[in-house]
């Protein structure tokens, strides 16, 4: 019986979605709502309404500012869902002694990419400053700063051997760091209720604080994602 319900419960949900799906314009379609309202409005009013020269960066943190917090919550709760399996084992209850963890086997990195990764470490770290500062203008910004600059971090870790006892980055900073983008958005919706009372939402004088907001929520990604990055590869180091 409670199969038949499920099958029952399903076969409705399902039928709702069809229903909704075959109503949507098709692909492509020059006549639908979002080609003839949503994009001409932000084409036209995406700098007066967001300051930002930046379309893709208008969109991202201003007009669907709600996803993309969602997406870097999601982030950062990956972070939390592999500290937690991957957390040392508890300690054996008293009497009982834990068996020796096997030895992995110590593979010394290559002397000349160990070389090459620190000579091009400070480039690639100004790449990232360049490619978060511009974001909100060119194409970049905190997502892409946040990868480039986690991998630098991940490969100095495995030039360096360092692991989880002597990391790059200290752990109590490290912990700050990986929280940096749902911080920053936590701080951007007090500014926006204090500056536009609306959350999240960008005041309009002076001109330079819709850009303070933006660049805030940049460099909250992108620190919180190099961060988050480098914590995945410590946990899943383990050592």
């Known amino acids: 019986m409670r199969r038949l319900l499920t099958a029952l ?25 979002v080609h003839t309202h949503v994009a001409a409005h932000i084409v036209a009013h995406g ?3 967001t300051g930002s020269r930046n379309l893709v960066t208008a969109v ?15 982030i950062f709760a990956a972070l939390a869902a592999v500290m937690v399996v991957l957390a040392p084992a508890a300690a054996p209850p ?31 770290a100004a790449f990232a400053a360049l490619v978060l500062w511009h974001g909100e203008a060119l194409p970049g910004g905190g997502f892409q700063a946040g990868v480039i600059l986690g991998a630098l971090l991940v490969l100095l870790s495995v030039v360096m051997g360092r692991g989880l006892e002597q990391p790059l980055v200290p752990a109590a900073a490290a ?16 500014i926006g209720l204090a500056g536009a009372g609306a959350v ?18 940049e460099l909250g990604i992108g ?5 988050i990055i480098l914590g995945l590869y410590l946990q899943m180091r383990g050592h």
Do not use: C, N
């Not at 943190?61 to 997406?71: H, I, P, S, V």
């Not at 004088?205 to 660049?215: N, Q, T, Y």
């Open 200 to 217: 999240l939402g960008l005041p309009a004088e002076p001109a330079w604080g819709r850009h303070a907001v933006l660049l805030l929520l």
């Open 47 to 49: 700098v007066e309404d």
């Open 94 to 124: 008293p009497g009982k002694t834990a068996p020796p963890p096997s030895p992995a086997p110590a593979v010394a990195p290559s002397p000349v990419v160990g070389f090459v990764i620190r000579l091009l470490a400070p480039f690639i």
């Open 9 to 33: 419960a399903l076969a409705i949900v399902g039928a709702v979605m069809l229903a909704g799906l075959a109503g949507l314009p098709r692909p492509g379609d020059p006549a639908a709502p």
């Open 60 to 74: 991202l943190l201003a007009y669907r500012a709600y996803d993309t917090f969602g997406e870097v919550v999601v």
């Open 175 to 190: 912990r700050w760091l990986q929280a940096a983008g749902p911080l920053a958005f936590a701080a951007a919706m007090l």
């Open 223 to 227: 620190l919180g994602g190099a961060a």
